[in-house]
């Protein structure tokens, strides 16, 4: 099992930035890919950015040249650079784990982009 604590969402004006944080405990070296996904109101959970153990990336096309997803040292935090941050940006933020036994999911944390 693996348990995830998501932090540093907030309200930001447009053009702004923030930096998500997702940190891992449990049985952390069992762990093949993190991702960041996002749900807006009344809307489906979107995948946003995800990782690999190796460090390679792939980026939802509404986030490319914006957002970096990227991991700590110690491999267990997984980080969510957000810059030039758009009102549709709005949304909970899952921070997610993926690993041998299935996928583990943060509480989400509450990211807001005001115009």
């Known amino acids: 099992q693996v348990q995830l604590v998501e932090s540093g969402g907030g309200l930001v004006q447009a053009g702004g930035s923030l930096r998500l944080s997702c940190a891992a405990s449990g049985s952390i070296f069992s762990i093949n890919v993190m991702s960041w996904y996002r749900q807006a109101p009344g809307k489906q959970r979107d995948l946003v950015a995800t990782?690999?153990?190796?460090?390679?990336?792939n980026y939802a096309d509404s986030v490319k040249g914006r957002f970096t997803i990227s991991r700590g040292n110690a491999k267990n935090t997984v980080y969510l650079q957000m810059n030039s941050l758009k009102p549709e940006d709005t949304a909970v933020y899952y921070c997610?784990?993926?690993?041998?036994?299935?996928?583990?999911w943060g509480q989400g944390t509450q990211v807001t982009v005001s115009s």
């Open positions: 997610a784990a993926d690993y041998m036994d299935g996928r583990s």
């Open positions: 990782i690999t153990g190796g460090g390679r990336t």
